[in-house]
Every structure is written in C-alpha cells, then in structure tokens.
C-alpha cells in the first residue's frame, strides 16, 4: 500500500476531522502494515550524549565503549554498535560520521590516528541496537518508514550538535540515553605508568 493510499484508508476509517500529524503518523504505520495503536520499535535504541574520549583505552583492536543508565547498574560495552556519531572539541561539533560496516569502536578508534586525531576529545553517538535485560546489544527495528527515519535524523541533530535555536529535544527520540563509565583497565594502566614514573625519579 503507498503512503497516498494509506492516508486516505485513515481519513475514511477516522470518522471526524484528523490533524496533518496524526494522518501522518498513523498512515505510516498503515502503509508498513502495523497497527497505528501499537508503538513501533524505536529507530534509535541507545545513545550517548559528550562521552569522554580520555575515558576509553583506545589501545585494544576493539576498544570497549562502557556505559549504564544508572548509579549501580550493569555497564553494558557498546563497542559492536551502529550508528551515527559526532566527533567534538569540548562542546563544538567538528565531523560526523557512520558506523555501519565498521563498529563504532572501529570507527572512532580510527579517528584517534586519522587527520582528526588531534582535533577532538569528546563524542556523541546514536545507535539502531538496542538493549536487552542482559545488557548485552540487541538486533536492529525492523520496519522503519520513510516519516520514522526522518524524524529520528533530525533528533539526532538536534540532540548532538545543540543547536541553540531549537527550542526543545528531538522528536520521537525513543531510545535509552547511557552515562559514560571509564574502561576499569585503563586506570591499571595510569597507576602502573605512574608508579614506574616515581621509582625511576627515586633513583640515584
């Protein structure tokens, strides 16, 4: 069914003057075949938001990107998401990218021996994988419209780049925003170097 055939099944079926929004939305959901009163899955299953690059130890061919929703619960590693993400120098946006072949831990890892390497300390990433009560990564939504992904685009520029005249968060921005937690073996690696450092000045 085209999207100019769904809009017209709803305005038939509705039975009283209907919003551009609400036709809209319930017709995308009519043309991909789902029901307009179940919610659909969200485009955006995960996201952080200013993470921390001096935070991840980029040393490892996979470099874990840990974060949790909350104070004490489970840190869940998104470096096999995918997604979209923004590369920043304290709060300005330089370079956004895609993380779709490459995981997103491939991809920034990149980033810190490219041409942008010196450029950025911070970055702000938007992933279509979910996840579970496991903490473990889930499988991308299935039956995205055309309206769905448009919308959930423009959340994510308004949402990384801060845009100071939107006025309000993105639309239909329905995934789980994680807080950074820093990689547990890069402190090691601090302490030891830093150790290291004071017995070598300690010597005559």
Avoid: C
């Amino acid at each position: 069914m085209t999207w100019l055939e769904a809009a017209e099944l709803v305005l038939k079926e509705a039975g009283e003057p209907l919003g551009g929004t609400e036709i809209a939305g319930t017709a995308a959901g009519t043309a991909a075949g789902t029901d307009p009163d179940t919610e659909p899955d969200a485009l955006i299953g995960a996201f952080g938001v200013q993470w921390r690059r001096d935070r991840v130890d980029w040393a490892p061919t996979k470099p874990k990107l840990l974060g949790r929703q909350l104070s004490g619960s489970t840190n869940v590693d998104f470096s096999e998401q995918r997604g979209v993400y923004v590369l920043h120098a304290g709060a300005r946006a330089l370079y956004a990218g895609r993380a779709t072949k490459d995981a997103l831990s491939a991809r920034l890892r990149a980033h810190t021996n490219d041409r942008m390497s010196g450029r950025w300390d911070r970055f702000t990433w938007f992933g279509i994988l979910g996840v579970a009560d496991d903490a473990k990564l889930t499988a991308p939504p299935t039956g995205i419209g055309a309206d769905a992904l448009i919308t959930a685009l423009e959340a994510v520029l308004i949402e990384s780049l801060e845009t100071p005249l939107n006025r309000r968060s993105g639309d239909a921005l329905n995934g789980r925003e994680f807080s950074q937690v820093e990689d547990p073996g890069l402190a090691k690696k601090q302490k030891k170097a830093l150790l290291e450092e004071l017995l070598g000045a300690a010597k005559p």
